[in-house]
């Protein structure tokens, strides 16, 4: 009798490490991004005297165990969380073939549900990767004139800039959604950062006001409102899922919302 329960044990013991392995393999695929510092333009609003101004810079290098899912996560793997009751539905916008799209209509909160979800199902701990750490990934450098005081006529040409980025993404805000992996993978192996599918951040978003010369700055941090890493930098209430409705705080909204996340385990 001690024999056959040993048995039993030994098979169930089996069986629930092989569900443990078949969840360990469904972990996306993920590439390194280990590197040197670079110089990244941080997020945020930058104003001297009320004028905007260019944004600080700082060297940042992401930690050396950082790991960044090789493509944005699909409709078809957020689905599975939807399913299982882990997620909320995402909303209808840019919706196509499941398997080859990815998820977009989702908020801030949808990528923290997600995460929480995915670290469950596959035993590594997933999240939102920073501003910061979506920037060097992405391959992003800071310009060149990033950091420096403006003069007026800096100032004017710095507005006139942001005047046409945003013209232009007006008359290309109707883009259809595309397939993941479109085009070349960046140099560190992934795709479609910096895309038409601007993605959630765990960054909140801050306005910095500086007074005077030298400036006095006061530093005001909103985390009801997230950074968005994407064509350009944005910044969005945490519950939106569609930037259509207009609740961008600079500028035109972003064209679609999605998910990319990290892990460092």
Not at 56 to 70: E, F, I, R
Not at 181 to 195: E, K, S
Not at 234 to 256: E, H, L, N, Q, W
């Amino acid at each position: 009798m001690k024999k056959q329960v040993g048995v039993m044990l030994a098979a169930l013991l089996a069986a629930c490490s092989g569900g443990e392995q078949a969840a360990r393999s469904d972990v996306p695929e993920l590439v390194s991004v280990a590197g040197p510092a670079r110089q990244l333009v941080q997020p945020g609003e930058f104003l001297l005297d009320g004028r905007l101004i260019a944004a600080d810079t700082v060297m940042y290098a992401p930690s050396p165990s950082l790991q960044v899912m090789k493509y944005l996560v699909s409709q078809h793997d957020y689905n599975q969380c939807v399913v299982a009751g882990g997620c909320k539905k995402a909303d209808p916008v840019g919706q196509g073939q499941a398997p080859t799209m990815p998820v977009a209509g989702v908020s801030w909160q949808d990528g923290q549900d997600y995460a929480a979800w995915l670290s469950k199902r596959t035993g590594k701990t997933f999240r939102l990767p920073t501003f910061l750490e979506w920037s060097y990934f992405a391959g992003q450098q800071a310009p060149e004139s990033a950091g420096q005081s403006l003069d007026e006529n800096a100032q004017a040409a710095l507005w006139l800039e942001e005047y046409l980025v945003n013209y232009k993404r007006k008359q290309e805000q109707e883009v259809p959604l595309a397939p993941l992996g479109q085009g070349q993978a960046n140099q560190y192996g992934i795709f479609d950062a910096g895309g038409q599918v601007s993605e959630w951040t765990d960054t909140c978003h801050v306005r910095v006001h500086r007074l005077g010369m030298p400036p006095v700055q006061s530093r005001l941090e909103n985390c009801g409102v997230r950074v968005l890493g994407g064509e350009h930098a944005a910044a969005m209430p945490d519950f939106i899922r569609d930037p259509k409705t207009g609740a961008c705080s600079v500028g035109v909204p972003p064209r679609y919302l999605g998910l990319r996340l990290v892990t460092e385990g």
